[in-house]
């Protein structure tokens, strides 16, 4: 995964679900990618921000996101606000 592709799965992880919704998380990432594209398809983009992000265990749980699936695991704890 990319430097930038990292930066944005720890920013994803970092705002929770509620102060900031899929859609606005979306809104966000298209704007990002009219400034600087990617070689890869908003698909893969979103998958792999997705996955990281919850890797990350952080403040987001992935609600709304069409990328993690009802049934994708959790890491424990997922939700939690660290220090």
Known sequence: MSDRLRALAQLNASLDDEAFPIEARHAALDAY????????????????????????????????CVEVGADAPRAPGSGAVRD
């Open 33 to 64: 990618r009219e400034r600087l594209p990617f070689d890869a398809g908003l698909a893969r983009i979103r998958s792999q921000i997705a996955s990281q992000s919850l890797a990350r265990d952080h403040r987001w749980r992935g609600e709304g």
